[in-house]
Nanobody
Framework: QVQLVESGGGLVQAGGSLRLSCAAS????????MGWFRQAPEKEREFVAA????????NHADSVKGRFTISRDNAKNTVYLQMNSLKPDDTAVYYC????????????????WGQGTQVTVSS
């Protein structure tokens, strides 16, 4: 069982930055690939980024490539999402998730999910 707790969300102006964190409870954290997803009101959940167990491989959605960066610190059982050049379209609840299937983009392949953290970008 892996419990995930996100933090770092908030209100930011367009062009600003935020850093999300996701702390995992399990000592087996390094056995899982980790992903970030987001869901805006009345929209489907969408993949944002994923990172392999070791952190050596990453995968970012085209919509955030060059602006967002996923990283992890296995010693701290934490995964991060650095978000720069934020746009109003980035407004959503952001979720982190853990997968034993690798750096996949499909939410259904993630076994564990956090409760989410709200990110609001004002224009």
């Amino acid at each position: 069982q892996v419990q995930l707790v996100e933090s770092g969300g908030g209100l930011v102006q367009a062009g600003g930055s935020l850093r999300l964190s996701c702390a995992a409870s399990a000592r087996t954290f390094s056995y899982y690939a980790m992903g970030w997803f987001r869901q805006a009101p009345e929209k489907e959940r969408e993949f944002v980024a994923a990172i392999s167990m070791s952190g050596g491989n990453t995968n970012h959605a085209d919509s955030v490539k060059g602006r967002f960066t996923i990283s992890r610190d296995n010693a701290k059982n934490t995964v991060y999402l650095q978000m720069n050049s934020l746009k109003p379209d980035d407004t959503a609840v952001y979720y982190c998730a853990a997968s034993s299937r690798g750096t996949v983009r499909v939410g259904a392949l993630y076994e564990y999910w956090g409760q989410g953290t709200q990110v609001t970008v004002s224009s």
